[in-house]
């Protein structure tokens, strides 16, 4: 199956000439010598793929073109040069009329100041994008009614934004982008406005939401922690450039650079590793009662390893036994050294 | 040590001012007064300027692009400039819509009179179209209200129609409302797309400033002759008049609403899938509706602070009758129009308002009846009182009160105002002329000499030098060449004698709005109240101010002082709060805990923060006193402004000065705004506020 979103070699690059400067460059920018030419690099050949119902998460300080390049991949900015596929299909050279009716039909966004119009009820915002397409009232409103259910907004279909609180404006936001039933979600560091505990149960909202509704997702933020909560993979951005893509697990295992390894250095290792990272493949006739799955975080099932007096099997997804786990390696995974 | 002095003037602004001070001062003392002197008044080397322009006017309405016209009456072909034909059918189509929407209300056969034939209208002379009772109008005023608002826009609706019907001021009334009716949506649809546009490209922004600038400054009697020149005497002309004073306000607003959406909002329409119209007005208009709706609110305002200027043009209404009780020094009659217009604003103020906020609910589940009740009610309310005011012609003779109420007829207050200003002048005459007479002879006249006998090299040094150690080279050359252009038309005498009214009343007014302002803005609610009262009396016409103190002054430069310091004080109150209340509250508790006084607090810490803020307010009241210097002319002043009046009686060569002079205060407003936004910008990044 071809991937839902496809990038190969995307620049973006703020400035009068930026074409003719990337152009001479063939494809190898160095940010500094194209600032000194009056140029900004937003984006710098990014090449990556983000299969149907995968999270992609978009990892980055601000400066580091990670919202940039959401912007090109729904093109609220034009890329400056690349390839950027959705289902097979270059955005890159659709014409207007096109764009409209790709995003009417399969992109939604939510952003993270909310932007939603003041001067429209919870309601009619949610209804927006369906009567910009041309849905009766009362069929976008009914929809927009099942939205506001959704996403846990009951008895306050007639506010107005600004008499909302931030995570329930955001609630609304997320609505508003799901209203046409996208297939491609993205989200602009959705929770970054928000308060830490409203943040932690937007997060769990967001999870249970994607659960159910299994979308493409591409989600940027600047919290490491966010990022290893929700995603897939994590794409690590620095100054336009993606310096690491991998699953969470590996990201934290094997960071590729030294500005990587400085986000991982910190990080709980048993709430990102999986059993598998730990586990004997060695023995797979391991008895014993008690068995744990191969992609269980660590952390979850590290207490009823350590209570455990037997030796501990580990199963996939089929329920085989694949190895088993020995008590030291989760202890040192808990207690490092 | 040569070089440390250099140094010391080099890094402190006080020492510029101090050598331009005394500069200034030799300048003014050793220049001989001498009309051949250069240095004394500058040759009229423009002068030809007014004289150009009416040129072109008149070469514009009857020269350029020649047509063929077919004349009806003498059945030929006539060669007639397309220009002229172009302002003539601007004012045929406005004189139409006018008079139509008049004629709805008050009755009459003038529209009818355009779609059929003149002949058989005077046969049938029942063909005309029946007017609106008031009591049905009040009716009318009240549900709409109600359907806005609640019983408190109704009875505001309901009280003031009925006001208006009753103290016989109800046809002027109805006639100064058909002209805001349609010269307001003509100023929000020009404004609107202006705003639009500049907004979309900002080579048309850069370029639309200056003019709006302009137009801005410029005092409206400016622009009454050309007016009449272009597009003849009638309420149409008022309504030309108004357009062009009301639009530029509205297509600010538009402008400021439009660049004021986070990019956000904007990226969100595009992602819910909107083309490029859709965005325009779902996305961009509405949430810069704020604004855009203080532009209509101006633009109210506006056309009912013209009503009166537009009356010197031929515009009928309140405006047409205050002008003549005042002319004839009536009062009392003059306050009740006033106050007629001051209702009328009021209550399309807070009409259109609540229009604004109105929400649409998708729930109620009406029938037919509850939906349109009180649509219903209105229209049963017409027809019952129509029937009620037909029939009772047969019972009264002459006048049938149920239509109308004729103004000799209906209630008044005016000879009570009359006798209560009979009673001050009677009372305080004394006292009143003494403080006139001291003004006028200790400060006022004194003052008027000192600026008249400043050489035109002194001032041109004083305010090229200012503009210079605030704004550098390029702001004192843009000011100089402002002031070189008045200096060398032959009415630089004049211009002195606006400009010597212009500063009194400006730094009066700065004064009483500082002080009135920094008492105020001392507590929340404080803040608050005074802001609303200065709401209120900017919704006064400018004209109504020169009603009370002509009375108690006379026809001095007193009188149209006071005027300008009270008209000019508004915005100067409104900024100070505006800046008071923008110091953060961090420094304030900082002040406190650093043990300061009520007083130091003011001296130490407010005003330093608040100063840049409410030095835009004095910009704001020297644009509002030049207005009112000027308006005084209409009483009788010696400046700039009786010229521009007096050119609307001088059909020949009217335009063109009226014209001329009207940019001269227009460049002088604009010259004190550049030195001052230049200032204020400054002090701001210096303090860190921008």
Same mark, same amino acid.
């Given at each position: 199956m071809s991937p839902t979103i496809s990038c190969s070699s995307v620049y973006k690059i703020f400035g009068n000439n930026a074409q003719t400067l990337l152009s001479e460059s063939g494809g190898n920018v160095d940010a500094k010598k194209f600032q000194e030419a009056g140029c900004i690099v937003g984006v710098n050949d990014a090449s990556f793929d983000v299969n149907q119902g995968e999270m992609l998460v978009v990892m980055g300080l601000s400066g580091s073109g990670k919202s940039t390049l959401l912007r090109c991949i729904s093109r609220l900015t034009d890329a400056t040069s690349g390839k950027i596929l959705i289902d097979g299909e270059d955005i890159c050279l659709m014409n207007n009329k096109q764009l409209v009716e790709l995003r009417r039909e399969k992109m939604g966004m939510v952003f993270q100041n909310f932007a939603l119009l003041p001067h429209k009820t919870v309601l009619e915002n949610i209804a927006f994008p369906l009567q910009v397409k041309g849905v009766s009232t009362e069929n976008s409103i009914y929809k927009a009614l099942e939205m506001v259910e959704l996403v846990g907004l009951k008895g306050r279909e007639n506010y107005f934004p600004r008499e909302l609180s931030g995570g329930q404006q955001q609630r609304v936001g997320i609505a508003r982008s799901l209203a046409v039933e996208p297939d491609i979600w993205f989200l602009d560091e959705p929770f970054s406005a928000l308060d830490p505990l409203i943040r932690k149960e937007m997060q769990d909202e967001f999870l249970r939401l994607q659960s159910v509704l299994n979308k493409t997702i591409m989600f940027v933020t600047h919290d490491f922690d966010e990022a290893l909560r929700l995603a897939d993979r994590i794409a690590i951005m620095k100054d336009g450039i993606i310096e690491q893509l991998d699953k969470p697990d590996n990201i934290v295992l094997n960071p590729a650079t030294d500005y990587v390894r400085k986000f991982t250095e910190d990080v709980p290792r048993e709430k990102v590793l999986k059993i598998e990272s730990i586990m004997d493949a060695s023995d797979p006739n391991a008895s014993g009662e008690i068995a744990v799955k191969t992609d269980d975080i660590i952390e979850t099932v590290a207490e009823k390893i350590l209570s455990s007096k037997e030796i501990i099997k580990v199963v996939d997804e089929k329920n085989s036994v694949v190895g088993s786990i020995n008590p030291s390696k989760v202890i040192k995974v808990l207690f490092g050294g | 040590?040569?070089?440390?002095?250099?140094?010391?003037?080099?890094?402190?602004?006080?020492?510029?001012?101090?050598?331009?001070?005394?500069?200034?001062?030799?300048?003014?003392?050793?220049?001989?007064?001498?009309?051949?002197?250069?240095?004394?008044?500058?040759?009229?080397?423009?002068?030809?300027?007014?004289?150009?322009?009416?040129?072109?006017?008149?070469?514009?309405?009857?020269?350029?692009?020649?047509?063929?016209?077919?004349?009806?009456?003498?059945?030929?072909?006539?060669?007639?400039?397309?220009? =002229?034909?172009?302002?003539?059918?601007?004012?045929?189509?406005?004189?139409?819509?006018?008079?139509?929407? =008049?004629?709805?209300?008050?009755?009459?056969?003038?529209?009818?009179?355009?779609?059929?034939?003149?002949?058989?209208?005077?046969?049938?002379?029942?063909?005309?179209?029946?007017?609106?009772?008031?009591?049905? #109008?009040?009716?009318?005023?009240?549900?709409?209200?109600?359907? *806005?608002?609640?019983?408190?826009? #109704?009875?505001?609706?309901?009280?003031?129609?009925?006001?208006?019907?009753?103290?016989?001021?109800?046809?002027?009334? $109805?006639?100064?409302?058909?002209?805001?009716?349609?010269?307001?949506?003509?100023?929000?649809?020009?404004?609107?797309?202006?705003?639009?546009?500049?907004?979309?490209?900002?080579?048309?922004?850069?370029?639309?400033?200056?003019?709006?600038?302009? /137009?801005?400054?410029?005092?409206?009697?400016?622009?009454?002759?050309?007016? $009449?020149?272009?597009?003849?005497?009638?309420?149409?002309?008022?309504?030309?008049?108004?357009?062009?004073?009301?639009?530029?306000?509205?297509?600010?607003?538009?402008?400021?609403?439009?660049? =004021?959406?986070?990019?956000?909002?904007?990226?969100?329409?595009?992602?819910?899938?909107?083309?490029?119209?859709?965005?325009?007005?779902?996305?961009?208009?509405?949430?810069? =509706?704020?604004?855009?709706?203080?532009?209509?609110?101006?633009?109210?305002?506006?056309?009912?602070?013209?009503?009166?200027?537009?009356?010197?043009?031929?515009?009928?209404?309140?405006?047409?009758?205050?002008?003549?009780? *005042?002319?004839?020094?009536?009062?009392?009659?003059?306050?009740?129009?006033?106050?007629?217009?001051?209702?009328?604003?009021?209550?399309?103020?807070?009409?259109?308002?609540?229009?604004?906020?109105?929400?649409?609910?998708?729930?109620?589940?009406?029938?037919?009846?509850?939906?349109?009740?009180?649509?219903?009610?209105?229209?049963?309310?017409?027809?019952?009182?129509?029937?009620?005011?037909?029939?009772?012609?047969?019972?009264?003779?002459?006048?049938?009160?149920?239509?109308?109420?004729?103004?000799?007829?209906?209630?008044?207050?005016?000879?009570?105002?009359?006798?209560?200003?009979?009673?001050?002048?009677?009372?305080?005459?004394?006292?009143?002329? %003494?403080?006139?007479?001291?003004?006028?002879?200790?400060?006022?006249?004194?003052?008027?000499?000192?600026?008249?006998?400043?050489?035109?090299?002194?001032?041109?040094?004083?305010? +090229?030098?200012?503009?210079?150690?605030?704004?550098?080279?390029?702001?004192?050359?843009?000011?100089?060449?402002?002031?070189?252009?008045?200096? +060398?038309?032959?009415?630089?005498?004049?211009?002195?004698?606006? +400009?010597? /009214?212009?500063?009194? #009343?400006?730094?009066?007014?700065?004064?009483?709005?500082?002080?009135?302002?920094?008492?105020?803005?001392?507590?929340?609610?404080?803040?608050?109240?005074?802001?609303?009262?200065?709401?209120?009396?900017?919704?006064?016409? %400018?004209?109504?101010?020169?009603i009370p103190v002509i009375f108690l002054f006379n026809i001095t430069d007193t009188s149209v002082l006071i005027a300008a310091i009270v008209y000019a004080t508004v915005p100067a109150t409104r900024y100070t709060v505006w800046g008071l209340n923008s110091v953060p509250l961090s420094l304030h508790e900082a002040g406190t805990m650093s043990g300061v006084s009520r007083i130091q607090r003011w001296t130490n810490i407010e005003i330093p923060l608040a100063f840049p803020t409410i030095m835009l307010g004095v910009n704001q009241t020297v644009v509002f006193t030049l207005q009112m210097v000027i308006l005084g002319a209409l009483i009788g002043t010696e400046d700039l402004g009786q010229l521009i009046f007096g050119a609307l009686s001088r059909a020949q060569d009217g335009p063109g000065v009226a014209i001329t002079l009207g940019l001269f205060v227009s460049l002088m407003a604009i010259s004190v705004d550049v030195i001052v936004r230049k200032w204020a910008e400054e002090r701001k990044k210096a303090l860190g506020l921008a």
């Open positions: - | 040590m040569d070089k440390n002095y250099l140094n010391i003037i080099r890094s402190s602004k006080p020492a510029q001012f101090g050598i331009l001070l005394i500069v200034f001062l030799l300048l003014y003392n050793l220049v001989p007064h001498n009309e051949g002197n250069y240095f004394w008044r500058l040759p009229s080397l423009l002068g030809f300027i007014p004289i150009k322009l009416n040129e072109i006017i008149y070469a514009a309405l009857y020269e350029w692009f020649p047509l063929k016209v077919w004349d009806p009456i003498f059945e030929m072909y006539e060669e007639k400039a397309a220009f =002229r034909e172009f302002t003539k059918s601007i004012s045929k189509g406005l004189l139409f819509l006018i008079t139509f929407v =008049r004629e709805l209300l008050l009755g009459g056969d003038k529209i009818i009179d355009v779609f059929v034939n003149d002949a058989w209208l005077k046969d049938n002379d029942w063909m005309t179209w029946p007017a609106l009772p008031w009591t049905a #109008a009040t009716v009318g005023a009240f549900l709409l209200g109600f359907q *806005l608002g609640g019983i408190r826009l #109704a009875l505001l609706g309901g009280i003031g129609s009925l006001y208006v019907s009753i103290f016989g001021n109800w046809v002027p009334s $109805i006639q100064t409302l058909s002209f805001v009716l349609i010269t307001t949506p003509i100023c929000f649809v020009l404004g609107l797309s202006f705003g639009i546009w500049g907004y979309l490209d900002r080579k048309v922004e850069t370029a639309l400033q200056p003019v709006l600038n302009v /137009m801005q400054t410029m005092p409206q009697f400016a622009y009454l002759v050309p007016i $009449i020149a272009l597009f003849g005497l009638g309420d149409h002309a008022g309504s030309i008049a108004t357009i062009v004073i009301a639009t530029p306000p509205m297509i600010r607003n538009t402008i400021l609403g439009l660049k =004021r959406i986070s990019p956000e909002v904007v990226e969100a329409g595009l992602m819910s899938g909107c083309t490029k119209t859709q965005l325009l007005f779902k996305v961009l208009i509405p949430t810069a =509706r704020r604004d855009i709706l203080n532009g209509v609110n101006t633009v109210i305002m506006q056309c009912l602070a013209m009503v009166v200027i537009a009356s010197f043009v031929g515009a009928k209404g309140l405006g047409l009758n205050l002008k003549i009780a *005042l002319n004839s020094l009536k009062i009392g009659k003059a306050a009740e129009a006033g106050f007629c217009i001051v209702l009328i604003a009021v209550i399309l103020d807070r009409f259109t308002k609540a229009w604004a906020n109105k929400q649409v609910d998708y729930f109620e589940n009406l029938t037919f009846f509850q939906r349109y009740k009180l649509l219903i009610i209105f229209g049963t309310s017409i027809l019952i009182f129509s029937i009620i005011a037909f029939i009772a012609n047969g019972y009264f003779d002459k006048i049938n009160y149920l239509y109308v109420i004729p103004i000799e007829k209906g209630f008044t207050f005016a000879h009570y105002i009359d006798a209560a200003v009979d009673w001050v002048w009677e009372t305080f005459f004394y006292s009143l002329n %003494s403080f006139n007479k001291f003004l006028l002879t200790e400060v006022l006249g004194p003052m008027k000499k000192a600026y008249l006998g400043m050489p035109v090299v002194a001032t041109l040094t004083l305010t +090229m030098g200012v503009a210079y150690i605030i704004g550098g080279i390029r702001t004192s050359l843009l000011v100089g060449g402002m002031m070189l252009f008045i200096a +060398m038309s032959k009415y630089w005498d004049r211009a002195l004698i606006t +400009m010597y /009214m212009a500063t009194f #009343a400006v730094i009066m007014a700065s004064l009483n709005g500082i002080i009135v302002g920094s008492i105020f803005a001392q507590t929340e609610r404080g803040s608050k109240i005074i802001l609303s009262v200065c709401d209120f009396f900017e919704t006064f016409p %400018s004209f109504v101010y020169l």
